[in-house]
């Protein structure tokens, strides 16, 4: 028999329905719903195989829109959290043990954290960048160029560039012939890329410039080796931007620790 969330009318007992308390609009809706159902099932309140409130419940429940309903339920489906199934709505997942590795950026709360997070970056992408330039396809490596491309317009924009710097990593990923580097890239997502805590310690629109200037003459000599088919360059050129990306950061971090 299918199992229900306990007292799904709000209450005022804390351990039976609270989490369906409307929402308040200072906080991000989506993370909030995410967050309360997730302590629910992390509690144990909110059982394996417990069937969650149908949309227009929670909607109702939580003063939010559909859109971000649906939104939680698919970041949760994502966390291994919660399974749909058609016709009969969202479930706690049988083993919530199971949790896809992810980094959650208000984890990253030292320097250290992304320092940690930026070693694993060397142990993933190094060896992806040389087997890139093994397997790379000539329409992988027009991909890689065109990041490159999408970077130097992003720089003359004046923009930090990090949506456009992920989405070089990951192509160089995608051309490794391996679907799992691009996928624990994912996983990693845009915190792999420290910029907007960077560009804090940069007084002026020149001094930031410059600096993404110099990424951007390593990104190339990176393309390069790929499109020459050199893994062990690739590999070479990867570890240097890469260990070099850690020396840049920690310097600013020493010169504005505030950042």
């Keep these: 028999m299918t199992r229900h969330i306990r007292n799904l009318a709000p209450s005022g007992d804390a351990d039976n329905g609270a989490f369906l308390q409307p929402i308040g609009a200072a906080r991000n809706l989506t993370d909030e719903v995410v967050e309360r159902i997730s302590r629910e099932i992390g509690s144990g309140r909110l059982e394996p195989g417990a069937r969650l409130p149908t949309e227009r419940e ?4 939580l003063g939010v829109s559909r859109t971000v309903v649906r939104e939680a339920v698919s970041a949760l489906k994502a966390d291994g ?4 199934r058609q ?8 083993d919530t043990s199971r949790v896809p590795f992810r980094v959650d950026p208000a984890e990253l709360s030292s320097i250290e954290d992304v320092f940690n997070l930026m070693e694993l970056r060397l142990a993933i992408e190094v060896e992806s960048c040389a ?3 093994r397997r790379a396809s000539i329409g ?4 890689i160029e065109s990041a490159l491309g999408e970077i130097d317009r992003a720089i003359e ?19 490794a012939g391996n679907a799992q580097f691009a996928r624990l ?9 420290p910029r907007q805590s960077i ?13 993404l200037m110099r990424i951007q003459s390593e990104h190339r000599r990176i393309a390069s080796a790929i499109r020459m088919r050199d893994a062990a360059g690739a590999r070479r050129v990867m570890r240097a931007h890469l260990s070099n990306s850690l020396v840049r950061y920690r310097k600013l971090v020493e010169r504005a620790p505030q950042a």
Excluded: C, K
């Design 58 to 61: 929670l909607m109702s429940a």
């Design 81 to 84: 959290l919660v399974v749909t």
């Design 87 to 94: 016709g009969s709505g969202a479930f706690v997942a049988a």
């Design 131 to 133: 087997l890139a330039a």
């Design 140 to 143: 992988q490596i027009e991909a």
């Design 157 to 175: 924009r004046g923009d930090g560039a990090v949506n456009e710097d992920f989405a070089f990593h990951r192509a160089i990923a995608d051309a």
């Design 185 to 193: 890239l994912e996983f990693l997502g845009r915190h792999v890329i």
């Design 199 to 211: 560009r804090v310690a940069l007084s002026t629109p020149e001094e930031q410039r410059d600096y």
